[in-house]
């Protein structure tokens, strides 16, 4: 059973870059076909997809943040990794990593996920 | 990219039957999934597809869809059920390499 991990710096200042990574365990991030994803959630709101990459090493995005968002993988650690460009405070937000999958083009989920991390935009 | 909207608050008796749902265009084409987060925890996903659930969800969960709208139902809730439940699908564009969106959320208390 894969099992996923964030880690990265909790807190970034205003008009930088947000890093985080995702490490994979249970499993090989190279192997099957998964959308390794991340996923937001700020205080008391909603989720929001940020993007994924296809296990092909293809990308997309979240219009909404596709000018600021990168997403890469490292085969050799198993591990993915998001970076997010000039944050501001709207950034704030629990950060998960999530592996999804999706049958037949008609139906995409996320599983499992990590634990989520918070990464706090802040001088 | 499509939207799915929720109602952001549903009730239900301890034991009685709740139905949760998310509306959206994509839902014409897709199915949605379900997932359960309780306070300070990551979602958990307990409804994907027409109606299949993971291992150890509990069989009172069930999904459905018609026209636009999916449907989480629980059947006989139970307290450990209360907790922020949000759908997802993709959307129309990228066939292989889809949009995802995710509806508002619905916080489920049980009475």
């Known amino acids: 059973q894969a099992q996923l991990q964030e880690s990265g710096p909790g807190l970034v200042k205003p008009s930088q870059t947000l890093s985080l990574t995702c490490t994979v365990s249970?499993?090989?991030?190279?192997?099957?076909?998964?959308?390794w994803s991340w996923i937001r959630q700020p205080a008391g709101k909603g989720l929001e997809w940020i993007g994924h990459?296809?296990?092909?090493?293809?990308?997309n995005y979240n219009p909404s943040l596709k000018r600021r968002v990168t997403i890469s993988v490292d085969t050799s650690k198993n591990q993915f990794s998001l970076k997010l460009s000039s944050v501001t405070a709207a950034d704030t937000a629990v950060y998960y990593c999530?592996?999804?999958?999706?049958?037949?083009?008609?139906?995409?989920?996320?599983?499992?996920w990590g634990q989520g991390t918070l990464v706090t935009v802040s001088s | 990219s499509s939207e799915l909207t929720q109602d952001p608050a549903v009730s239900v008796a301890l034991g009685q039957t709740v139905r949760i749902t998310c509306q959206g265009d994509s839902l014409r084409n897709f199915y949605a999934s379900w997932y359960q987060q309780k306070p300070g925890q990551a979602p958990v996903l307990v409804i994907y597809g027409k109606n299949n659930r993971p291992s150890g969800i509990p069989d009172r969960f069930s999904g459905s869809r018609s026209g636009n709208t999916a449907s989480l139902t629980i059947t006989g809730a139970q307290a450990e059920d209360e907790a922020d439940y949000y759908c997802?699908?993709?959307?129309?564009?990228?066939?292989?390499?889809?949009?995802?969106?995710f509806g508002g959320g619905t916080k489920l208390t049980v009475l």
């Open positions: 999530a592996r999804g999958e999706m049958f037949s083009s008609s139906f995409l989920w996320f599983d499992p």
């Open positions: 249970g499993g090989s991030i190279s192997s099957g076909s998964y959308y």
């Open positions: 990459i296809y296990t092909s090493g293809s990308t």
């Open positions: 997802n699908s993709r959307d129309s564009s990228g066939n292989h390499l889809p949009y995802v969106v």
